[in-house]
């Protein structure tokens, strides 16, 4: 027997018998809810199951007839006669995958619930801060040691060509970083100071990664065409449009589009960055699409280069040196992913995963906040005392 109701006054069920249920009448059943679950939404028309026959394990398909937000828990719970208030013990709600199924272990009237605020992770602010912190100091060192050392370590096209592609990224990341902390509180910030910084961090961020792409082409034209060299004009003239004039494409067209620049529709007011609402909706993907698809590729370069360290030369013949390969191979890996933003990958797993498929999805989040937020740490570590005459 199921039971449907408007508003928030709906009767429930009171009793289930072994063999005949018994129903009868509570009126305003929203209102007995305890502490636990003041902070849960109701349906607008709730929806009350009752059983009347015994099974080991019962399955109900309740209808939430309001769209579940992302990262919003669900509670499966039913109605406790002994205290008049909701219980989940025994019920369990399907998860992500099922999200109209509770399962429980006993007859009793069900209803689900909806948390009215998203899944926080503890400590994730102050981890983003601490690695931004780090970030700045790192990527400020990483300049001033570009600025000493430029003259001892650029003395031909590809150590010219990869030193100022390493000094635009760090500069693009550095204003990016100090955008984001200039605003810790939104709310607390003037009204007029979030736009600028929002297009600020969007430009700089995407110059950032347009930056590692013009590495990772670089990369790929000196593994794969060994012999022709690229004419430094040409190069850096390639480099400067697309690490600046395509961003700034990017950001201007996003910026018209989304009402220009209007609260709301091009920003969130709250966090003073760009918004996402759904799958494929949300001037974040102006974002994201240019991100993942450089990321993508510099994970193709990654691969190419890891595969010609695999492939002998002529002059090594068959040998191999299994050991000195994977020290090599391990070498890549680490000096190459944060200059070519590889962990950023993690975020499209962030947008996959929804916070209440525990724990993958706070590993994730861990994961992607720690790297990211640390990654001009890394850059300086990789790509400044990483190089052998600097470090000398």
């Known amino acids: 027997l199921k039971l449907s109701t408007d508003d928030k006054s709906f009767e429930t069920f009171a009793n289930v018998n072994a063999s005949v249920g018994v129903l009868e009448s509570m009126r305003d059943a929203s209102n007995i809810q305890n502490s636990k679950w003041n902070d849960t939404a109701f349906p607008v028309s709730t929806d009350i199951f009752f059983f009347a026959y015994l099974r080991t394990e019962t399955k109900i398909s309740a209808e939430y007839n309001q ?17 008049s208030t909701w219980s989940e013990g025994g019920c369990k709600w399907g998860g992500v995958s099922k999200p109209k199924l509770c399962t429980c272990d006993h007859l009793s009237a069900f209803t689900i619930l909806m948390a009215k605020h ?12 601490t690695g931004l912190g780090f970030s700045i100091v790192s990527l400020t060192l990483c300049l001033v040691i570009e600025f000493l050392v430029w003259n001892a370590v650029v003395k031909t096209n590809i150590a010219h060509f990869r030193h100022t592609v390493l000094v635009n990224i760090t500069v693009c990341l550095l204003i990016a970083h100090c955008s984001f902390l200039a605003a810790p509180v939104p709310s607390a910030s003037p009204p007029y100071w979030c736009l600028p910084l929002t297009v600020m961090k969007h430009f700089c961020f995407l110059a950032a ?4 792409l013009c590495l990772s082409l670089g990369l790929l034209h000196q593994v794969i065409f060994v012999f022709v060299h690229l004419r430094k004009k040409v190069y850096l003239g390639l480099c400067l449009f697309l690490g600046y004039i395509c961003p700034l494409v990017i950001v201007i067209v996003t910026f018209i589009t989304y009402d220009n620049g209007r609260p709301g529709s ?10 996402y609402e759904a799958a494929l909706k949300g001037s974040i993907h102006a974002f994201l699409f240019p991100v993942f698809i450089i990321v993508f590729v510099n994970m193709f370069t990654m691969v190419v280069v890891i595969s010609r360290i695999l492939k002998p030369n002529l002059s090594e013949g068959s040998s191999h040196d299994e050991k000195e390969v994977a020290r090599s191979i391990v070498k890549t890996i680490v000096l190459l992913t944060p200059t070519l933003g590889i962990t950023w990958i993690l975020g499209l797993f962030v947008l996959m995963l929804d916070l209440t498929t525990t724990p993958y999805a706070q590993i994730v989040n861990y994961a992607f906040t720690f790297f990211n937020s640390f990654q001009g740490f890394f850059i300086l570590l990789t790509g400044c ?8």
């Open 385 to 392: 005392f990483g190089e052998k005459k600097v470090s000398y």
């Open 266 to 275: 091009y920003y969130s007011g709250e966090t003073c960055w760009l918004i």
């Open 67 to 83: 769209q579940r937000l992302p990262n919003h828990e669900m509670y499966c719970v039913y109605l406790n006669e002994d205290n």
């Open 118 to 129: 998203p899944i926080e992770l503890k400590y994730m602010e102050e981890l983003t801060y």
């Open 209 to 212: 990664f347009f930056w590692m």
